[in-house]
Each structure stands twice: as structure tokens, then as C-alpha cells.
């Protein structure tokens, strides 16, 4: 099955959010622990939360792309329906 252009991005958004989550998650940690291990696991679980959030946003792009491409194929089936009566 061909992808259009915008499931493409959309893929390559969600890879690199993961990778930017691992990244990030790490850097966060690194730098926070300096003030103290409970400061440092919670600006990283921080910083985690908000960035998965932003993925759930980018999966549901992709749900609603999907959704509008089954409703399109409804609607031209209906269509046909109401046509051949």
C-alpha cells in the first residue's frame, strides 16, 4: 500500500519524538541531578510526561488522517448505493 506524503511525516515525526524523549530524558536527568536525586527524577518524570503527551497529539493526527480516508470511502459507497436505487 503507497503512503502519501503526509503519513511519512507523520511517521518521521513520531520516530524522532521518541528519539528526542530518550535524548532528552537523559539530559534532563544529567543536569538536574546536581540539585539532588528527588529533584532530578522529577523534573525528568517532568519532562517525560510532556513529551509523551506531545506523541499521543502526533498519533492522533495520524488517527484522524485515517479516519477521514474511511469516511471518504463510506460516503463514496454510499453514493453508488443511493445512485443504483
Do not use: C
Not at 32 to 47: C, D, H
Not at 69 to 82: A, G, I, S, V
Amino acid at each position: 500500500m503507497q503512503k502519501d506524503i503526509y503519513d511519512r511525516i507523520i511517521g518521521f515525526l513520531q520516530g524522532a519524538s521518541w528519539a528526542i524523549v530518550l535524548i532528552g530524558a537523559y539530559f534532563t536527568f544529567k543536569f538536574t541531578i546536581s540539585f539532588g536525586l528527588p529533584f532530578g527524577v522529577f523534573f525528568t518524570s517532568l519532562y517525560i510526561i510532556f513529551t509523551l503527551f506531545l506523541i499521543l497529539l502526533l498519533d492522533a493526527f495520524s488517527v484522524n488522517k485515517e479516519k477521514l480516508r474511511e469516511l471518504k470511502k463510506q460516503t463514496k459507497l454510499l453514493n453508488n448505493l443511493t445512485y443504483k436505487h
